[in-house]
């Protein structure tokens, strides 16, 4: 696996593999870490153009505490996502923690006029597997 480091920054980072796929890693918990990845998630939403092919995994297995400055920048970001026209897009969020996904997955059904496959793993091969299906 092929991957370039596009941003690095203190407990985050986002890297796009060989064939477009785009990984967002938060490295731990902080404000910090959860800022960073909320910034770049803007800048790389700010992108998008409609029609374009997204195919994205977010890693949050090393920051899976909920807190009340995490839940505000996943509700700003999921808020964002739903304006954006995407007829195909497809995004894994990557997790240890399987009651959690249970917890996001009511927030990230699909809104016209985003349409968007959003699916759960704790392996990040299987993941990578479906994104390049």
Not at 61 to 79: I, P, Q, Y
């Amino acid at each position: 696996m092929t991957l370039r480091t596009i941003v690095e920054k203190k407990g985050y980072q986002r890297q796009r593999m060989l064939g477009g796929v785009m990984i967002l890693r938060v490295l731990d918990p902080t404000p910090e870490a959860i800022e960073a990845w909320y910034k770049d998630c803007n800048l790389f939403m700010a992108r998008w153009q409609p029609g374009q092919r997204l195919r994205y995994l977010h890693d949050i297995r090393n920051a899976e505490r909920v807190t009340s400055f995490a839940t505000d920048r996943v509700a700003r970001v999921l808020k964002r996502m739903r304006t954006i026209p995407v007829s195909d897009g497809r995004g894994a969020i990557l997790l240890n923690n399987a009651a959690l996904g249970k917890v996001l997955s009511p927030f990230l059904r699909p809104h016209p006029p985003a349409f968007w496959q959003i699916r759960f793993f704790n392996d990040e091969g299987d993941a990578l597997l479906w994104l390049s299906e």
